[in-house]
């Protein structure tokens, strides 16, 4: 049963500009495949990998339509309560956004799904695809990302790898460092170096948090091992002003309404 708002913000966002949100799973609690140790949404109430319908391209366009006669965005940006790409139906809201809303398309996910053919193939037709990867083996996968028990560290990476030789959009990978990880910049470079983004964006978590967010000194120290890469940090990148907003109460669960 959808019980929460679609469409949100625009959020002023530090990688995208004024985003303005949907999200294609809108439940109360979060379902995703993933439940990290520092998710600013609390913990996962469903874990999983199984791909089904959460909101119909009709809401979608009908929630875009009325928002965007009210608000000055940068961009149309799929993040929510949970995992974007468990939304089946993801390829077809990527186009009913783009067609209403005249903006680029950019989809938040963490990667993990992205060894599949089909999630490949929907996430191909965003103009924008921020993935994620925090760790470089199983055993830190486990402790910070604790995914649902049919991943794997090698699965993820391969999944990357395929999704970034196929895609001709602009593809960032986001590594969130917290004090679990920041050991291991080095290893974690090294990966993200073999996948190749067109950025990197090197983030710690700012919003409220289990966990505590490293300084600014400790997250420019880990930032030397991905010298040589296109960078973006979190503590120096500017954010742009935004005026109007809608789906407030969402903004406020997303806590996004810094
Ligand atoms: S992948 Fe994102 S939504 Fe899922 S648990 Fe991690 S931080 Fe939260």
Redesign the pocket.
């Known amino acids: 049963m959808l019980v929460v708002a679609i469409v949100y913000g625009p959020v002023s966002s530090w990688r995208l500009g004024r985003s303005l949100g949907v999200d294609p799973i809108c439940q109360r609690g979060?379902i995703?495949?993933?439940?990290?140790i520092?998710?600013?949404?609390g913990p996962?109430t469903a874990k999983s990998v199984e791909r089904r319908i959460f909101v119909t391209e009709d809401q979608v366009a009908r929630a875009l339509r009325r928002a965007i006669k009210r608000v000055n965005a940068d961009v149309v940006t799929f993040s929510g309560t949970?995992?974007p790409t468990l939304a089946q139906n993801l390829g077809a809201l990527i186009e009913t956004a783009r067609e209403i809303s005249g903006l680029p398309v950019a989809v938040l996910t963490?990667s993990?799904l992205k060894s599949r053919k089909d999630v490949r193939e929907d996430l191909v037709k965003a103009d924008v695809v921020k993935g994620?990867l925090d760790v470089f083996n199983d055993q830190l996968l486990r402790m910070i990302?604790?995914p649902h028990q049919s991943l794997s560290f090698q699965k993820i990476v391969e999944g990357l790898k395929k999704f970034r030789a196929g895609f001709r959009g602009k593809f960032q990978l986001e590594v969130?460092f917290v004090p679990e990880n920041m050991g291991f910049s080095r290893e974690i470079a090294e990966i993200v170096r073999s996948v190749g983004p067109d950025e990197v964006q090197i983030n710690t978590p700012l919003r409220p948090s289990p966990t505590r967010p490293l300084t600014p000194q400790e997250l420019e120290r880990v930032q030397k091992d991905f010298e040589g890469m296109n960078l973006r940090s979190v503590y120096l990148a500017a954010k742009p002003r935004v005026g109007m907003t809608v789906g407030k109460g969402k903004m406020r669960r997303l806590k996004r309404s810094d």
Request: glycine share 6%; with cysteine.
């Open positions: 979060k995703c495949s993933f439940d990290c520092y998710c600013s949404l996962t949970g995992e963490n993990s994620k990302n604790r969130m």
